[in-house]
């Protein structure tokens, strides 16, 4: 015979009510009491029918995904942490790439929300959004992540990115740099924000701005190593050469420091890297490198635990949540 919710509560003392709430994931039960719950029903192997659970609530227990690149390492750990915070509250991930075309991005969410999904979490790669409603519909909520766009008083997730640029910029001063370039991207909050950074730190050292050494990519997310080792190469051409850079991204600056090391200078001595996102693999390569760290698993938790309010609350009052970042500091910047 299946297992109810009612034999549960039974062996547990504790209402159905309760256990259905900790199925659902809401939070307004003790974590003493969730946990007791989540062993019961693992121990009689307990299979909700979500089936019945949608027709009985209108919901599917599903929630949509989508970001510019599946591999790239940064989107792969935030929905590796999204869907661990979804999982515990017996919610499905659908998770579709827009290959950083706009066009592409929104036939997913239309399949997405032809799905049923509950909530929709979007890092969109629109140059330009007056509503959201232009991609989606007004039924169902949705979370900008990463990208944001201010001005549509939508919730967000994402990374103090501006105080990442100045956080940056401002330790290649504290090394003694002077001539430092930035390579960034174009249109996104993300690489907007983290230009301005760099732009006001070097203001506020009295340092200028070189715009011959400050350069914008297109589509970096996908091809930033390829991209960085380009850019690299045309700021070696500058007079004077840069002797620090500060890079949008871990996989540009890797480029970046490639095409350095073919043009034999040394790293950090002749030119310094940071980079922004402190990928897993960024201690491992020839020269570690020094990064900015925005949590990416705490973003997904975050994000993970907004989309559950969401699903139970779709009305729920519109919030910007900022992540604030911290520089690692390796052999890219300080010698060994």
Known sequence: MAVRLKDIARDLNVSTVTVSKVLRGNTDISEKTRARVLKRMAELKYQPNMLARGLASGKTFTVGLVVPDLVHPFFAEFAKSLSAVLRASQRALLIASSEERPEIEQQEIRTLLSRGVDVLLIASCQPKLRSFYELGDERTPYLLV?????????????SNDYKAGCIA?????????????????SDMSPSLERMRGYRDTLASNGMPVDEEIVLTLERFEETGDSQGHTAMQQLLNAQPRPDAVFCYNDLTAIGAMEAAREAGLRIPQDIAFVGCGNMRYATYLKTPLSSIDHDTEQLGAIAGEL???????PELEASS?????????????VSP
């Open 146 to 158: 990463d990208r944001n766009f201010p001005y549509l008083a939508a919730h967000f997730v994402g």
């Open 169 to 185: 910029t401002q330790h290649l001063v504290d090394i003694g740099k002077h001539r430092i370039a930035h390579i960034g991207g």
């Open 307 to 313: 989309a559950v309010r969401l699903a139970e609350d």
């Open 321 to 333: 949540i900022l992540l604030e970042p911290r520089l690692v500091q390796r052999e890219s910047t």
